[in-house]
């Protein structure tokens, strides 16, 4: 088991992400944005400082946290972008030596029932790129987010069946925001519990977060959320995490806080400060968590 995370929520620029993580002991970070672009996206030159740093700091990236097909694509669009990412992501992690990468199930189509999602052409695209990162011994592995799979467990279920090749990244959090599309309208949001119940044994990866919905906002796939430390929201997550390590997982946890209050500020400190303090606190919290869940000490 690792402990890892999207250490760009500490800080923008790789210098501060590095420092978060030695900071927490860890070796890893779950690379997702720096200098507020995707590590896909940024250039050559970028990139190649990007490795330079984090080989003189001895911490390595587990994971590419991409933008391929994710919840701001639709299965009604081409799929040029997330085949351009795909091809731009390869040889980076090939030279980082990452080998998982987070890919989604493309955009809910809003306008149309649940069962009309264009299952077909998601899955022929999502096969693809499996192809494509299996080809470079990568994994991809799915996040339950704003997507197709994050409808509900009987969307990720019939995915990853119909999807030979594609592993799990189980967000904790997710399920809190988002409405059970297996239920009819109006739709409750998702229990964190029984979503991971039912995936449980197809899970590779973890996603950390916790928090509590608030509303829907009109116009906008995300909901208005607090977001808190772990253990403090409606994630379930002391109970996942318990459940987890009762069941042998040996996997990495990656925190994605989310967190924008301020957790201790000092006078004079800054937004950047209580930003990274923030990740800090709730890498600790999680870890004091994990080994609070431990079989042995219960």
């Not at 239920?183 to 990866?205: G, L, N, T």
């Not at 709730?282 to 079989?295: D, S």
């Amino acid at each position: 088991m690792y402990y890892t995370g999207f250490a760009d929520e500490a800080a923008p620029d790789i210098s501060g992400q590095i420092r978060a993580t030695k900071e927490l002991g860890w070796e890893f970070i779950e690379a997702r944005n720096i200098g507020g672009r995707n590590i896909h996206d940024i250039t050559d030159a970028e990139f190649d400082d990007v490795c330079g740093r984090l080989s003189d700091a001895g911490v390595r990236i587990n994971c590419f946290g991409s933008a391929i097909a994710n919840w701001a694509k639709q299965v009604t669009e081409p799929f040029d972008s997330s085949l351009e990412e795909a091809r731009r992501a390869i040889p980076r992690m090939r030279r980082l030596g990452a080998g998982l990468v987070r890919v989604m199930s493309l955009g809910v189509l809003r306008d149309r029932p649940p069962t009309e999602q264009m299952e077909p052409e998601r899955f022929r695209r999502l096969r693809e790129l499996v192809a494509m990162f299996a080809a470079e011994g990568i994994t991809p592995v799915h996040e339950n987010c704003a997507n197709y799979g994050g409808m509900g467990a009987e969307f990720t279920l019939r995915m990853l069946d119909a999807v030979p090749g594609l592993g799990l990244v189980f967000d904790t959090g997710n399920p809190v925001f988002t409405p059970d599309y297996s239920k009819p309208e109006p739709r409750p949001r998702q229990s964190a519990w029984e979503f991971y119940e039912r995936v449980r044994d197809r899970i590779d990866y973890v996603h950390v977060k916790d928090g509590v919905f608030v509303r829907d906002t009109p116009g906008s796939i995300f909901p208005e959320a607090t977001f808190t430390f772990p253990g403090q929201g409606n994630a379930d997550l002391r109970r996942i995490v318990a459940d987890l390590l009762a069941h042998g997982y040996d996997g990495g946890f990656s925190m994605e806080p989310h967190i924008s209050v301020v957790y201790h500020r000092g006078e004079g400190q800054s937004d950047d400060e209580a930003r990274f303090g923030n990740y800090v606190e709730f890498g600790r919290q999680f870890m004091r968590m994990v080994e609070e869940c431990r079989p042995a000490a219960r």
